[in-house]
């Protein structure tokens, strides 16, 4: 599915193909909250890297994050202008970069099950609202953005 998103200000805009599409993982990780604001819930979605293409990338900057002193592989894209998180991505998996959601311009596929994640280090007031059918997890679940896809047949 080919994705198009931006920023909020407009500053940046992309598009990417997209065969995972369906945002239903939720993460409330502080990274996430902190990074892409509210209760976390940075949602990512699964691309091909090599399909990437940017307008405004001399605005687009990113941020490593830090975990027990060790700088993560995970490079998070955001808006120099106006802060919106935009994608991540990673060395460790070149082929894949993960658009957030959140900056999606295009209508997404709903999701028939949200997988709720990191729930052992959400902020006590980001309560997840847990849907019948939804799984949670205190870290990050064993199936792969992939496999979840492949599994509900939402592969596109």
């Known amino acids: 599915m080919r994705l198009e998103g931006s920023c909020h200000c407009g500053a940046v805009r992309f598009a990417v193909e997209a065969p995972h599409p369906v945002p239903y ?24 890297s090599e399909t990437m293409r940017v307008e405004g990338e001399a605005r687009v900057r990113t941020y490593n994050a830090v975990r027990d002193g060790t700088p993560s592989t995970l490079q998070r894209s955001f808006c120099s202008l106006c802060g919106s998180a935009l994608w991540a991505y990673s060395p460790k998996w070149p082929d894949l970069i993960h658009p957030h959601a959140s900056a999606i311009d295009t209508d997404l596929p709903l999701p028939p099950e949200r997988a709720h994640i990191m729930l052992g280090s959400r902020a006590n007031w980001a309560e997840p609202c847990l849907r019948e059918g939804d799984t949670s997890f205190d870290a990050y679940p064993n199936e792969s953005l992939a496999d979840w896809h492949d599994r509900m047949g939402k592969s596109q």
Request: proline share 0%.
């Open 25 to 48: 993982m939720l993460c409330y990780c502080s990274i996430c909250r902190k990074t892409a604001g509210g209760g976390g819930y940075a949602i990512n979605l699964g691309a091909k």
